[in-house]
């Protein structure tokens, strides 16, 4: 088999590096680099074949999947600490709606709020499972 064009290559890198932005499996992005690194020398250098160039991208996605997976699929993975609710842990609400203010952001709330008139304000002392807990 001829060579592949680096061009082609490139192209091929990028569409599986758009794909896995749908997919999230963190295999096809390592695999596309692989693809562009191969684009990259096939400008420089020139391959055998198309088989080889195939080969050494795939090898390449594969230690790279191998080496970085786990470190990727944690940056998707990260703490509860960095959820909206963390952010708006605790602070002063005002009852609106059948619901809390606080912040800008409106909490459902495990508390009885029939006691409390329209506008009155209270303390939430923390945010568990997306509703405001009152203090």
Do not use: C, P
Request: hydrophobic share 55%.
């Amino acid at each position: 088999m001829e060579a592949i064009a680096w061009g082609y290559l490139l192209a091929l890198g990028i569409i599986l590096i758009g794909i896995e932005a749908l997919l999230f499996s963190f295999v096809l992005l390592w695999i596309g680099i692989g693809f562009i690194a191969v684009a990259i020398l096939s400008y420089f250098t020139l391959f055998a074949s198309g088989y080889v160039q195939i080969a050494v991208a795939v090898s390449i996605g594969l230690i790279l999947v191998l080496a970085l997976r786990k470190w990727s699929m944690s940056l998707i993975n990260k703490s509860a600490d960095d959820t909206e609710e963390k952010i708006h842990k605790s602070g002063v609400g005002i009852v609106e709606g059948g619901m809390i203010k606080m912040n800008g952001t409106y909490w459902q709330s495990d508390d009885d709020l029939s006691g409390y008139e329209e506008g009155t304000r209270v303390k939430v002392v923390d945010i568990i499972n997306n509703k405001a807990k009152l203090g």
